[in-house]
């Protein structure tokens, strides 16, 4: 297995590309603000050709430059539904304040985009990543698995040592606390996570020592990122 990353832009966004092996398919995952060159960087270093783009939720640190990335590679990019809307409208997934600070900025949807379903299994490029909808950051909010790896990559459901925030428009705190429950605590304590933002994690870490997936959360969620 073959998994390499970086942070993208001024939101740090981390952007991953999923293969098995050097010189294969692969799959590219949130490639956010200014990840056209990082992306181009490691399928040249790799040798590798996507098939597909898959995004853990709609936000634009997440998915500023799908459509070019689809585009300059002719590949479809997958999304829930429920963050669909979020491709050509950034906007919505924030308050008015917040949306002000964002206005210049326009997006819009690769020409071929596909809607992910819970539990679905997608099998491209020789892998095959389990889909699980993972509301509470934002409604359309998933995570995707490896389960023949115990790899998780859990966009901005769970980071290290916390979790996503919930303040934002389409953002909830028990929604994304009973997501942790269902999604995250029964996998095995040594699945490896691959966050959206900050160092990768265990289950088995953040099971002992995160105080959002103890059983005393705390009464507000966290506000870290977008």
């Known amino acids: ?69 689809c585009g300059a590679r002719d590949v479809p990019a997958w999304i829930h539904p429920d963050d669909r809307h979020l491709l050509s409208d950034p906007g919505a997934a924030f308050s008015r304040e917040s949306a002000a600070l964002f ?58 040592g916390s979790i996503g925030r919930t303040d934002l428009p ?5 929604t994304i606390l009973r997501s942790l429950a269902t999604k995250c605590l029964p996998l095995p304590d040594d699945t490896v996570v691959l966050p959206g933002h900050g160092p990768q994690t265990t289950i088995g870490r953040e099971r002992a020592t995160n105080p959002y997936l103890k059983e005393a959360a705390p009464h507000a969620g966290p506000t870290r990122g977008i």
């Open 170 to 174: 389409g953002g909830d705190y028990p």
């Open 103 to 160: 206005g210049g900025i326009t997006l819009s949807e690769p020409g071929d985009v596909r809607e992910l379903t819970d539990g679905a299994t997608l099998e491209l490029a020789g892998l095959e990543l389990v889909v699980d909808h993972t509301p509470g950051h934002t409604r359309g909010s998933v995570s995707f698995r490896l389960p023949s790896d115990d790899v998780m990559f859990s966009g901005d459901l769970l980071f290290a």
């Open 1 to 69: 297995m073959l998994i390499a990353g970086f942070p993208a832009g001024g939101f740090q966004t981390n952007c991953y590309v999923v293969a098995p092996a050097a010189g294969e398919e692969c799959v590219i995952v949130d490639p956010g603000q200014d990840a056209v060159e990082g992306v181009d960087d490691l399928l040249r270093e790799h040798r590798l050709k996507p098939v597909a783009v898959v995004l853990t939720h709609g936000h634009l640190d997440h998915v500023w430059s799908v459509a070019p990335v």
